[in-house]
């Protein structure tokens, strides 16, 4: 019977303690003044603190409770208004009346003729009302021949800590007992310190594995002794807590002035132990800002049962808040129970209790019951949906190709939904890399730390899957370093996700036309990228196993790594040619300013399309200019038009960058500029070919760079290899990852034009 009435005392409390559960909050207490900026970058300035730059009703009249916040950095700083400068601010308490700063440490280090290296063996602080906490900091000094001491700046005392050994086997982790590091602790009133630091020997018995010595302050714990700081401490400023109070009267004195004391309504006064002034504190049973007017707010104990115990039923009171035992039940609520103390089961009342329990019990079992099979539901449809999409996105098509016996590369991978969500941490707007008409590309980390990025379309055309699984197991297969490699996909979702390599040093068309980028791109450096990008152009067309037109030639398809290499990207509208065809008909698409004008009024997609796109960058690389920009003038709104016919009135140097124009290679330009001149005819037959244009850009590099240096051959890199016999495949790989570039074709021709998708 005894065991059966502790039973029934725990069920009654779990059910009472699972109704209140989910009516438990916590609600946000405003610290501030009403229309007064509350914080500055991550820490929250409650009043009576304040900006020094809001109105002076956001804080009091006095300078240490100004906080000045330095918006000039991406996250801004808080300081302290004091007369040591640039005292940053970590964090402010009203509850315990306590302010985290950071400060800087004392240093001394010593090369082996015992010459000093730093002048930073004193360090002053000083401050103007608030105290150093004698209870939360500690005087800390590190180094095997070290000598630090501590002076009060008003002279009321001074000491110090000596901390020595010979040998780095002496010298213990997390010990500050002298050997090695030694600490102690700081008096109350000090308002300012003046630290230094000293070698006995020049630390020339120890210099091999500690050259240096410190001294700083720093709030207790905050800091653990490390044999490896011996050799180099890391930081170079440690966190220490300020105490502070209102004004320099005590509690009794400034309640003598009720026009300035400022505790509100429930609220306590209390002076201040370190230091002088008072302190203000909400009241038992409230909690708030007990220096703004009604601040401390009565707290809901009912909301918190965690917190505030009651085993029966809760009601909440001004200040406080009263328990009733339940029904058949007595006792004191507010109590655990047992032993006449809580709520104690009536004996009338035991067998209503043991049907209550009995019904309680069947229930939690039926929800429990309900609950296992609804998650066991809810995952096996989940594992359906993805089976379903990976057979529409034609997963099982991939694999069947990526299984043939004659394949002789398997390098696209299949990835899982999951692998691909923890690689963007669930695509966090913070990882978008960028934008475009057909989805979005996050920057993703694989579990081996290689980083991808990864292209999130916004549709798919289920006409194309059969095309899309042969687009991307041959563009999996091009091994050509100046193409961007794609690594794999994702098909468990209903949009494919595809991953490429990601190229870190953004677009060459943010690299042309951002002021403070292009004065760094070098006519080696254009001239380089151009070779670079028509060797990939001469290489898809005629030494691929199948001929591939780009289609999208422009600045902003055009990535760059970390040594301006140049990475062609965005296939998303590329054809493979059929090897007995030499022109397709196709939906006109491409970027206005790029696009092949032959193309446009004709339909016919040849290889000397991509050759007049590739025309038009090379004269954006000349002169900086953007290809199209409704900013300039009617004549000179198109590039390749006003490029023309700036050369028709010998005016080409009016255009040419700046940066070209300095260096004085105007042969080089000459050249450059009749290549360009010669991608740009209307007609597309009298157009170079690709190879041809690759060609004569390596005759520029090697004019250029006489020497040989740098220099690659036309097509000697990539392979490919075509599964099947699929033509006319459209593709839809990627846009580019960071173009911020203007529209694309299709977004001007609708509804005439489509993406083909």
């Avoid at 009654?12 to 900026?37: F, W």
């Avoid at 010298?171 to 000090?190: K, L």
């Avoid at 500029?673 to 005819?681: E, M």
């Avoid at 839809?732 to 074709?745: R, V």
Wanted: aromatic share 8%; glycine share 8%.
């Amino acid at each position: 019977m005894v065991v059966l009435k502790l039973l029934l005392k725990v069920v009654v409390l779990g059910v009472l303690l699972g109704s209140y559960h989910n009516r438990i909050t916590e609600a946000a207490d405003s610290m501030t003044k009403p229309k007064c900026q509350s914080a500055c970058g991550t820490l929250s300035i409650p009043y009576p603190f304040g900006l020094r730059d809001s109105s002076p009703d956001c804080r009091i009249d006095h300078p240490s409770f100004t906080v000045s916040c330095d918006n000039s950095t991406d996250s801004p700083i808080s300081y302290m208004d004091t007369i040591s400068s640039n005292i940053e601010i970590l964090n402010i308490s009203v509850e315990d009346h306590e302010m985290r700063v950071n400060v800087s440490s004392a240093r001394v280090c010593y090369y082996a003729d015992g010459e000093a290296e730093s002048s930073e063996a004193n360090w002053r602080l000083n401050l103007a009302e608030f105290p150093i906490s004698s209870t939360k900091n500690k005087f800390i000094a590190i180094g095997c021949d070290t000598w630090a001491s501590f002076q009060d700046l008003k002279g009321k005392f001074s000491f110090g800590c000596m901390s020595s050994c010979s040998n780095v086997s002496d010298v213990s982790n997390e010990s500050c007992s002298g050997i090695g590091c030694c600490e102690t602790r700081i008096p109350r009133g000090s308002f300012g310190y003046r630290i230094s630091v000293t070698s006995f020997f020049k630390h020339s018995y120890v210099l091999g594995f500690n050259p240096c010595s410190y001294a700083f302050v720093a709030e207790t714990g905050s800091y653990n002794f490390s044999v490896g700081d011996l050799k180099q401490l890391e930081f170079n400023q440690s966190t220490i807590v300020l105490d502070w109070a209102i004004g320099n009267q005590t509690c009794k004195e400034a309640k003598k002035n009720s026009t300035s004391y400022m505790c509100t309504n429930n609220t306590n006064c209390t002076d201040a132990e370190n230091g002088l002034g008072y302190k203000c504190a909400c009241k038992v049973g409230y909690r708030g800002n007990p220096y703004l007017a009604n601040g401390c707010q009565d707290i809901d104990e009912c909301a918190d049962l965690g917190k505030y115990p009651c085993v029966g039923k809760c009601h909440n009171v001004d200040g406080t808040y009263e328990c009733f035992c339940p029904t058949g039940y007595r006792g004191d609520g507010k109590k655990g129970g047992g032993n006449g103390q809580g709520c104690i089961a009536n004996p009338n009342s035991l067998h209503l209790m043991e049907i209550l329990v009995g019904v309680a019990g069947a229930i939690m079992a039926l929800l429990f019951s309900i609950g296992f099979l609804y998650l066991g539901h809810k995952k096996m449809k989940l594992v359906r949906l993805k089976e379903q999409y990976f057979k529409l996105n034609g997963g099982l098509l991939l694999q069947q190709q990526l299984d043939e016996p004659d394949k002789t590369t398997k390098a696209v991978k299949i990835f899982s939904a999951e692998e691909l969500e923890k690689a963007t941490n669930n695509y966090n707007e913070s990882r978008i890399v960028g934008r475009g008409g057909y989805g979005t590309v996050y920057k993703g980390s694989l579990p081996n730390g290689m980083v991808v990025a990864i292209k999130k379309s916004k549709l798919v055309d289920r006409n194309q899957i059969e095309q899309f699984i042969n687009e991307v197991i041959v563009l999996s297969q091009i091994n050509h370093r100046n193409v961007v490699k794609l690594l794999g996909c994702c098909l468990e979702i209903e949009v494919p996700l595809l991953v490429y390599e990601f190229v870190n040093n953004g677009t060459l068309f943010d690299h042309i036309h951002n002021p403070n980028k292009s004065s760094k791109l070098s006519w080696e450096n254009r001239l380089r990228i151009a070779s670079e990008t028509a060797g990939v152009l001469s290489y898809l067309h005629s030494a691929a196993s199948i001929p591939i037109i780009h289609r999208d030639v422009k600045s902003a398809n055009i990535l760059l790594d970390a040594n301006y290499t140049a990475k062609v990207s965005d296939f998303g509208a590329s054809r493979l040619v059929p090897l007995d065809q030499t022109q397709l008909f196709t939906m006109v698409q491409g970027t206005w300013g790029y696009l092949d004008p032959e193309y446009l009024h004709t339909s016919q997609l040849t290889e000397k399309s991509d050759v007049y796109s590739f025309g038009v960058m090379l004269v954006e690389l000349l002169t900086g200019k953007k290809a199209l920009s409704f900013d300039r003038s009617e004549e000179e709104r198109s590039l390749a038009m006003y490029f023309l016919s700036s050369l028709e009135n010998d005016k080409l140097f009016h255009i040419v960058e700046d940066v070209i124009a300095n260096e004085g290679i105007n042969k080089q330009v000459w050249e450059f500029t009749n290549l360009a001149k010669r991608c740009l005819i209307i007609k597309g037959e009298e157009r170079p070919t690709m190879k041809e244009v690759a060609i004569e850009l390596e005759g520029l590099r090697a004019m250029a760079n006489p020497t040989g240096d740098g220099s690659t051959d036309v097509n000697q890199e990539g392979k490919v290899h075509v599964p099947g016999e699929k033509t006319d495949v459209y593709m839809d790989i990627s846009e580019t990852m960071n173009s911020g570039y203007p529209d694309t074709i299709e977004e001007h021709l609708t509804p005439i034009v489509s993406s083909g998708r």
